[in-house]
């Protein structure tokens, strides 16, 4: 059963994704009296190119920083996924006839388990709990896996013109979502994480570092829960490795456009992979990759479909901007794209 503390730290997750949605929401509804509103929302939205010449330009800092974001969401995500992953194998290990596709596959097909979007531990069995520790060290890890290739990306990858910028209020928020989209994977379960990191510290401490033991890593115990990943698990990992892969190329397409430094400052129509179809393949992939971590929770966590939400109500929003941006700025645009969702938007 949860305490009232660990209820009070799941709803306010869930009422910070919910605040900073709500905005983007509003701002989407095509009416004239909220058109101030739309450009004010736009202004802490965008960035780089579609910031330019705008009157916003005051309180912004420069686009390039955008891998503090992955710094802080390499930082935070390795200590979630190291303490996570330690307090799998020591408080919640999985004998080889309890792992994921025992309850997850046949709980969730038939409906059973009458956790769906609810988060007291009282309706789960402690072979359910150990599964739902599990699935949050196999969220950690994709997550990891997204956070570091977009750190090396934002340093090795994208060649940020010196002019492009970033709304302040817009930099926090990224700082607040690598911090927070890490966290909401493991919400449910992070008191306990932090209880049992805590007792591990207290303990290194009270034996002090000559007299401990030297940890004992059991590999088949903390890794033989992933390989029997379940249903929910292996698409949604196989949607996330598709998201993941294509917005590697994107951006790589996007690095290449600016071949030399006297084109720092230039803009160019891209080409191939998904900017066939859309204009910001990239933030489509994002989304794509996002709903890989929805499925692979799952599916019943409210957390994760709030955070899913946002990434989805931000990148629609810079993406239909992106979408006016190249149609003013090229004559000659692809007029086959759409701004984000082929064929929709
Ligand atoms: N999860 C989330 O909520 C979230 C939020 C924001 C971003 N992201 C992800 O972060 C990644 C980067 O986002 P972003 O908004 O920084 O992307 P972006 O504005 O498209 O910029 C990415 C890089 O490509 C350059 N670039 C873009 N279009 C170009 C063109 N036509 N010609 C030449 N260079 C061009 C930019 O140059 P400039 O420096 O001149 O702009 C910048 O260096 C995306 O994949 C996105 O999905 C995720």
Redesign the pocket.
């Known amino acids: 059963m949860k305490t009232s503390m660990e209820l009070a730290i799941v709803w306010l997750v869930r009422a910070a994704w919910i605040a900073a949605t709500l905005p983007i929401v509003i701002a989407f509804i095509p009416s004239s009296k909220l058109r101030s509103f739309h450009q004010l929302v736009l202004g802490f939205v965008g ?4 910031l330019q010449h705008s009157s916003s330009q005051k309180l912004t800092v420069p ?2 920083f ?1 891998a503090h974001f992955y710094v802080i969401g390499v930082a935070c995500t390795t200590l979630l996924l190291a303490t996570t992953w330690m307090f799998a194998c020591k408080v919640a290990p999985l004998s080889s006839s309890e792992e994921f596709q025992l309850s997850d596959i046949a709980s969730r097909l038939t409906g059973g388990g009458s956790h769906v979007f609810s988060f007291h531990k009282s309706h789960l069995t402690p072979v359910e709990h150990r599964l739902e520790v599990w699935r949050a060290v196999f969220l950690l890890i994709l997550m990891e896996t997204q956070v570091v290739r ?1 750190l090396i ?2 340093i090795y990858v ?4 010196p ?2 910028r ?1 709304n302040i209020l817009g930099y926090l928020v ?1 700082i607040c ?1 690598y911090t927070g ?1 890490p966290f909401s994977l493991c919400v449910n379960i992070a008191p306990e994480v932090a209880r049992f990191a805590g007792n591990q510290v207290a303990e290194f401490i009270a034996n002090g570092k000559g007299h401990s033991s030297s940890p004992e890593v059991d590999l088949v115990l903390s890794i033989s829960p992933l390989m029997k990943l379940g249903l929910c698990q292996l698409i949604g990992g196989a949607v996330f490795l598709w998201g993941w892969l294509h ?1 590697r190329r ?2 790589a397409i ?2 290449s ?2 071949e030399s430094p006297r ?1 720092a ?6 080409h191939g992979d998904w900017f066939e179809m859309v204009s ?1 393949p ?2 489509l ?3 794509v990759l ?1 709903a890989g971590l929805v499925i692979a929770s799952g599916g019943t966590d409210i957390t994760i479909w709030l955070l899913f939400s ?2 989805v109500g ?2 629609t929003m ?1 993406a239909g901007e ?1 979408h006016r941006w ?1 149609l003013r700025k090229f004559e000659n645009y692809p007029a086959n794209r759409s701004a984000i969702f082929p064929y929709v938007y």
């Not at 960035?47 to 579609?50: C, L, M, N, S, T």
């Open positions: 960035r780089g190119k579609i686009q390039r955008f977009r990306e934002s994208f060649k940020y013109s002019s492009a970033m990224g979502f989209a917005q994107c951006h996007l690095g456009l600016r084109q400052n230039e803009y160019i129509i891209p910001s990239h933030y992939a994002e989304i996002y946002f990434v931000n990148l810079a992106t190249y």
